[in-house]
């Protein structure tokens, strides 16, 4: 009867500590930004040229956080990378000047969202490339 108990509360305990998004795991996610330059920057006609985006600030929200839970910088050729990330579901997002036009709070705030995941202990995940956008 006490191996019985045992097993069940081992199980029950076994089942309360599933992993959830974040730090700690040995998987990671990479990517590229790149900035488009355009004249008028609402306007994709008017793009002139691309450039790594150097220096920009890429945040990551883990799971169903509503904040970011990190923030890296790209590299002078655009790349960033999290590190010793678990399986699970993340947000990505970079910032961009608005390209729709409309009238905003802040027009340098869009934000370039990727929403990804992490299905594997070991996993390299590399996302697509992220372009944002800025005005000569």
Do not use: W
Not at 52 to 71: K, L, W
């Amino acid at each position: 009867m006490k191996n019985i108990f045992l097993l069940a509360l081992l199980a029950a305990f076994a089942g309360g500590c599933k992993k959830i998004p974040g730090e700690g795991g040995n998987s990671s996610i990479s990517g590229n930004v790149s900035t488009e330059y355009r004249l008028v920057v609402s306007n994709p006609n008017t793009a002139q040229y691309t450039t790594p985006a150097a220096d920009e600030d890429v945040y990551i929200i883990y799971g169903d956080h509503t904040s970011p839970d990190d923030r890296v910088q790209t590299n002078y050729d655009g790349d960033f990378e999290f590190r010793n990330l678990r399986p699970g579901d993340y947000t990505i997002y970079v910032y961009s000047k608005d390209t729709t036009g409309v009238p905003q709070v802040d027009e340098n705030r869009m934000p370039i969202i990727l929403e990804v995941e992490i299905s594997d202990k070991k996993q390299e995940l590399v996302v697509d490339d992220v372009t944002i956008y800025d005005e000569i």
